[in-house]
């Protein structure tokens, strides 16, 4: 299934590689296999375009941006909770697998290697506790289900009627040998009003050799970073500096839709190392609509000493052409008035929600 097919197509995908109610080769079957069984594969990891195929690929636990699903996590915490020294994480994990939209189910999953998990629905609120099966068999950390646990209307009634918007959340505690050693806290995404930016490298450098890139994510957020899964915006970019954008509108690239809440975007580097400067904005923007980012990079010398003509090198096209994309940067100041102009409206929203908020007590 594709990432933005949304929260319950990515629950079944992950309950589907790890022990389906069908028979299926899942990761529960293998791992009940007998010992004479040397080993066994989940297919592939990623979305991809399949080249024996015209339909793309939407079985991976990522999808072709390296953005994860659910079932990235699932398989997660079949990990050793021990934590080790090696180039990838290790320890123990926890995942909340649900948005609290009001289109999430009612059944709260919950992904995690550790002894026990303890979950907390708001301030003040219930708390339940999974203990793992003593037993072996099969899956080491099996997908945890909190059935008939999430309710949107308390969230809406705390929300509008309590005033209570901060004391609502889920917080998921992996407890190993009775101490908490992971947490993962999920909270409602409310209003959308800003762009996120974040680089995803893996710690790894970008690379001035004129063919090295990376991925850059923007992300539709409310006012506390809440990621907003549920929205149909797009997302223009404008690139300064040592770097290029990969793509135009021509293939949806920039602008780019945003889907499940995030809108990546490949930046190349050119034969120079340097400073990148990369401004986000909405495609249609105005004063209700969310606020920009910018994200600052640097690309590094090439580990080689490069070969080319410099004139050639000049025939390089340091922009997609989009039309949309390729808008005036944003000056400092610009970016500040928008701001202000936002707390200014978030006050009036305010104003109007305590209206509809008296109005619907006096109903």
């Known amino acids: 299934m594709a990432r933005n097919w949304g929260e319950q197509a990515m629950l079944i995908q992950a309950q589907h590689y790890a022990a389906p109610h069908y028979p299926f080769t899942s990761y529960d079957v293998l791992c009940r296999a007998p010992r004479q069984h040397v080993g ?158 974040w680089i995803d490298n893996e710690n790894t450098d970008l690379k001035a050799d004129g063919s090295d890139f990376v991925t850059v994510v923007a992300a539709i957020a409310d006012k506390n970073g809440n990621i907003k899964r549920l929205n149909n915006y797009y997302v223009k970019f404008h690139i300064e500096g040592e770097g290029r954008i990969l793509g135009g509108a021509d293939i949806l690239a920039n602008p780019a839709p945003v889907k499940w809440g995030t809108a990546p975007v490949l930046i190349q580097s050119t034969l120079k190392p340097g400073k990148i400067k990369l401004t986000a904005s909405v495609l249609f923007e105005g004063s209700q609509m969310p606020a920009s980012a910018v994200l600052e990079l640097e690309s590094k010398p090439a580990a080689h000493p490069l070969i080319y003509a410099e004139n050639e090198a000049a025939l390089i096209p340091m922009s997609s052409g989009s039309p949309f994309g390729q808008s005036a940067a944003k000056s400092a100041s610009e970016l500040e008035q928008e701001r202000l102009l936002k707390e200014r409206n978030a006050q009036k929203l305010k104003e109007v929600e305590k209206q509809q908020a008296d109005f619907g007590e006096k109903k």
Request: hydrophobic fraction near 30%; proline fraction near 8%.
């Open 40 to 197: 066994g594969c989940l297919w592939h990891s990623f979305d991809h375009q399949r080249g024996y195929h015209p339909d793309p690929f939407y079985g991976g636990v990522m999808d072709v941006f390296r953005q994860p699903k659910y079932a990235y996590y699932m398989f997660k915490a079949q990990r050793s909770p021990e934590k080790q020294d090696r180039l990838f994480e290790t320890g123990p994990m926890v995942y909340i697998a649900h948005e609290m939209t009001p289109f999430s189910p009612k059944a709260i999953t919950v992904y995690s290697n550790c002894d026990e998990v303890r979950l907390t629905y708001n301030k003040d609120g219930k708390t339940w506790t999974y203990t793992k099966p003593a037993t072996k068999e099969g899956m080491p950390s099996p997908v945890i289900t909190f059935k008939d646990t999430y309710d949107f209307m308390i969230d809406k009634n705390m929300s509008m009627r309590e005033k209570k918007q901060d004391e609502v959340f889920l917080l998921a505690e992996g407890i190993i040998d009775g101490k908490v050693v992971a947490t993962h806290e999920v909270r409602p995404a409310r209003r959308p009003e800003k762009l996120l930016l």
